[in-house]
């Protein structure tokens, strides 16, 4: 079925019109637009993660225009500081679940078309949901959960639209596995710096952090400003690409568009892939990657080394020849040899990540495109200069915006004690 036909006649009077007239009256003034077909929207499949500012644009934006089955997720609740950029969302909703808030209000505004909801995390969604839908589009504001969307989208070969905010700036991403670069393949913005929510902690987002434990820190509750009119024209880049994908029509080049809204200027380029991402290189889904390792090492410091240059997300399992190891264990106990595999699982990427041992002493960590990248020191101190001398190397990396972290202090044949430590970068 397809709606190309002169429709110019039909815009007067639609009173007693079949559903099919109506529709067609609905969406009279979009059809007239050369390369439009309606019928692709009604048969395409959309699913947004996250109800928040963008998430709730993208929603309005699709089904006005009749993208007919929309999935939205999140498990959230409506908080008074929503309303003013989450477009879906009234006074009345609040505390409300966001999904079925979202849901009642989408088919307010066009009764046509169907929602789905989960209210539940990203992680917990069926694999069948993903497998079904045309287009995953990325509403979040944690990078856990994105750096999740990711690997599932990579995984299961489902085209990605990613957007971002921070005040008067945005950035959009459109991903196209195997294709273009992926979200974690040259990560332009800070790691941190995504981290931060730009939606505080609703009611089941907090209840959850207090059931596993988590304090509830100023870092969580720190939230980036965000901004209503930046985020239209995000959600509204993101919403136009997804148009043009469920129309089949040529995305650009430039896979990356950042939006300056002071400025009022686009920058757009194009991300090559990265083959040696984490996500994505099938030099690293199908071969694995090397990972240098000591003797002298526990199971804790290979994962402090992970978590440096992979930005794995603690906790996560470090197994090898089938048994989760212990962080105390020693490599040396396990009679490891070069080249022996072992996996790490952490619950943000779908499928285990498989490293190769490599014996080292030079503990430099394998080479990765990351924004930190640890250097370590080594020296050789006398007892009683221990203490002083560690205060002042922090010191002096605080000046230069860098983080300390400190091995087990060794005792040397010569009586002097060896200070072995990492320095850190951290980027702003
Ligand atoms: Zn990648």
């Known amino acids: 079925m397809r709606w190309r036909f002169d429709v110019k006649n039909k ?17 009279a003034r979009q059809i007239l637009i050369e390369e439009w077909d309606q019928s692709k929207l009604t048969t395409a499949k959309i699913f947004i993660a996250g109800m928040g500012a963008l998430g709730c644009s993208v929603a309005l934006n699709l089904a006005l225009m009749g993208v007919k089955n929309i999935i939205i997720c999140d498990y959230d609740t409506v908080e008074i500081s929503n309303l003013s950029r989450q477009i879906l969302f009234f006074e009345k909703d609040i505390d409300r679940y966001k999904v079925e808030a979202a849901k009642e209000n989408l088919e307010r505004w066009n009764p046509e078309i169907n929602i789905t909801t989960y209210n539940m995390k990203l992680q917990k969604v069926r694999k069948e949901i993903y497998e079904n839908v045309d287009i995953i589009i990325d509403g979040l504001d944690t990078f856990g959960a994105r750096r999740f969307l990711n690997s599932i989208a990579i995984d299961l070969k489902k085209p990605l639209i990613h957007g971002g905010l921070f005040g008067w700036m945005g950035n959009v991403q459109y991903v196209i596995p195997g294709e273009t670069a ?31 434990g988590e304090t509830i820190d100023k870092e969580s509750e720190e939230k980036i400003p965000s901004l209503l009119t930046t985020n239209s024209i995000i959600a509204g880049i993101q919403s136009q690409l997804a148009l ?57 410091d290979i994962k402090d080394r992970l978590v440096l240059t992979w930005d794995l997300d603690e906790p996560f399992n470090l197994m090898y020849k089938g048994k989760i190891l212990e962080d105390e264990t020693k490599i040396e106990s396990l ?57 002042k190397i922090i010191k002096e990396a605080e000046k230069l915006n860098q983080k300390v972290k400190f091995y087990k202090t060794e005792k040397l044949k010569n009586g002097n004690y060896l200070v072995r430590y990492d320095k850190i970068q951290e980027i702003e």
């Open 11 to 27: 815009e007067e009077d639609y009173s007693d019109e079949s559903t099919l007239d109506k529709e067609i009256g609905r969406y």
């Open 335 to 391: 009679k490891m040899e070069n080249r022996d595999a072992f996996f790490v699982w952490n619950k943000n990427v779908t499928h285990p990540m498989k490293f190769y041992v490599i014996f080292s002493d030079e503990l430099e960590p394998t080479k990765i495109v990351i924004d930190k990248i640890p250097k370590r020191f080594e020296i050789e101190l006398e007892w009683g200069t221990i203490t002083k001398t560690k205060q």
């Open 182 to 212: 992926c979200l974690e393949c040259q990560p332009l913005i800070p790691r941190k710096r995504l981290q931060k929510p730009c939606t505080p902690l609703g009611k089941m987002r907090k209840k959850e952090r207090e059931k596993k």
């Open 244 to 300: 043009k994908w469920i129309l089949g029509l040529q995305l650009p080049d430039e896979n990356y568009i950042f939006y300056d809204g002071l400025s009022e200027s686009f920058t757009r380029m194009k991300l090559n892939k990265n083959e040696s991402c984490i996500v994505c290189s099938e030099k690293y889904r199908s071969n694995g990657v090397n990972f240098s390792i000591s003797e002298q090492d526990t199971i804790r």
